[in-house]
């Protein structure tokens, strides 16, 4: 017992020491008056704070699907969409989770792949067109007064099967102002097109 007492005294004593050669390898040497760190304050009890890993660049190749490499802004774009903006950093999430979020975004992975491979090129591009003019044409705005003039310029256009005019409702105005966007849309597209016949 009384070995084990000393053996612990020592490894006590030895312990100090080396925090105060530590602390003296800090302090100023002869000549300086300021310490490069001071450690008087130093609380050694305190509990420790995780510091979270600095997160990567959106750019950073965070797993892959079948080879083909995911990259940290679309997983961040995921958590993003998934937690209505509550959690935005693919770095902060436990491994766990991190796999987690991974294997969702696998699927949309394998579905463009599955698709890529079955789906013709021509329909694809068609596909793609289509999809391209959507977006377009999102941007394009026509108002109600510019759908009203247009039925009041073409009420011939608005008969029934009766042949009497149709009158101006929202199911007309809807119909109308899909038109006009269609109209814009064609123009705007259009406007810089040289087309030659040969």
């Known amino acids: 017992m009384k070995k084990i007492v000393a053996l612990a005294s020592a490894m006590l004593i ?8 530590l602390k003296d390898s800090l ?13 008087d304050n130093l609380n050694v009890g305190a509990p420790m704070r995780m510091v979270p890993p600095p997160s990567r660049s959106e750019m950073a190749v965070i797993g892959s699907v079948n080879g083909k490499d995911i990259i940290k802004k679309s997983a961040d774009d995921f958590l993003k969409m998934a ?9 902060r999430l436990p491994k766990k989770q991190q796999f987690d979020v991974l294997k969702n ?10 698709a890529q491979k079955e789906i013709p090129e021509e329909v694809q591009k068609k596909i793609i067109a289509q999809y391209w003019m959507q977006q377009k044409m999102q941007g394009i705005t026509v108002t109600s007064e510019e759908a009203q003039a247009f039925y009041g310029q073409n009420k011939q256009l608005f008969k029934g099967k009766d042949g ?3 009158p101006y409702d929202q199911k007309i105005e809807q119909y109308i102002m899909m038109s006009l966007k269609q109209q814009k849309f064609s123009a705007e597209l259009m406007k810089d097109t040289k087309i030659i016949l040969k």
Not at 14 to 21: C, T
Not at 83 to 91: A, L, M, P, Q, R
Not at 105 to 114: L, T, Y
């Open 83 to 91: 937690t209505k903006g509550k959690v935005t950093d693919f770095d």
């Open 164 to 166: 009497n005019t149709l």
């Open 27 to 39: 302090q100023p040497t002869k000549g300086d008056t300021t310490p490069s760190v001071n450690l």
């Open 105 to 114: 975004i696998a699927s949309s992975v394998v579905i463009e792949d599955q």
């Open 14 to 21: 030895a312990n100090f020491a080396s925090a105060d050669v």
